[in-house]
């Protein structure tokens, strides 16, 4: 019987809900882009903040100024290179939509108008050595030269005075609450509280606190969901192995429970005596 995904509902996270506030998105931009000094709200556009991959909460933002495109994707924990793919996936996603939105014939002789790609990505977690930039074709390819690139800018150094070093502090606050209180909403008030005493994300903490908890309790309960499935899908795997190594009948249960560590020998056994 096939396994059923759980059914999962887009929803915001603090990275989303906080950058949805053109207030906040402009000083985003700012950070990135200090030079460009006399940029208003105003002229923050193509705000596209959606989930390419829709069975799961990713935190992917994009937006446009003048003829850049902004795309940003974080990383709360796990350092990964499939960070990249992401960010490319979203970036042609959101240039279909801008083709689509200004009219523009891909199948013309025209050449069409498009804004300058930047990538970046926003990672919070513990890891050391941080590369400042990471590329598909050197991290996929060896450094082969490929039909197709795509370079990542990382964003990781804790900075109180630009709003993406102060989400940086945030989410490492909170990561160190979460060890002391775990998954609690003692673990998001105390976050909150250490946050607005150093000044971090102070006046969004302060506007939408409760609809911060609300965010940070509801994922809570997303990630128990997700452990349970997936406890659920490695026991199922781990048995119909089991399954399979009992009907081959080359190996002992002793050598079975060896290879399958998760399935103890009294369950093997019963399994046997099912199959026999």
């Known amino acids: 019987m096939a396994q059923s995904t759980p059914k999962r509902k887009i929803k915001d996270s603090v990275f989303t809900n906080l950058f949805q506030d053109k207030k906040y998105l402009l000083q985003l931009y700012k950070a990135l882009h200090p030079e460009d000094s006399n940029v208003t709200e105003d002229e923050i556009a193509d705000i596209t903040i959606k989930h390419v991959l829709i069975d799961a909460d990713y935190n992917d ?20 290179f499939n960070i990249i793919i992401r960010a ?9 939509d801008y083709f689509k939105r200004t009219n523009q014939n891909l199948y013309g002789s025209r050449k069409v108008n ?21 590329s598909l074709s050197k991290e996929f390819f060896g450094k082969a030269k490929v039909a197709i690139d795509a370079e990542v800018q990382v964003l990781y150094q804790e900075n109180e005075k630009d ?21 609690t909403k003692q673990a998001v008030t105390e976050t909150i509280h250490i946050c607005k005493n150093r000044n971090v994300l102070k006046e969004y903490l302060e506007s939408k606190e409760q609809e911060v908890v609300d965010i940070m309790m509801t994922l809570f309960d997303d990630e128990q969901i997700l452990r349970a499935y997936t406890k659920d899908i490695e026991d199922n795997t781990a048995k119909e192995t089991a399954k399979r190594m009992i009907k081959i009948g080359k190996l002992s249960l002793d050598e079975i429970a060896l290879c399958v560590p998760s399935i103890p020998l009294n369950e093997l056994k019963k399994l046997e005596a099912e199959i026999m």
């Open 61 to 80: 933002l994009g937006f446009s100024v003048g003829n850049r495109l902004m795309v940003l994707v974080e990383s709360q924990s796990t350092w990964t």
């Open 88 to 96: 490319l996936m979203y970036l042609i996603q959101t240039y279909h």
């Open 114 to 134: 498009m804004p300058k790609p930047e990538l970046y990505m926003i990672y919070t977690g513990d890891r050391k050595n941080i590369p400042d930039t990471i």
């Open 163 to 183: 709003i993406i070093g102060q989400y940086i502090i945030f989410s490492k606050i909170y990561n160190e609450q979460r060890k002391l209180y775990g998954n």
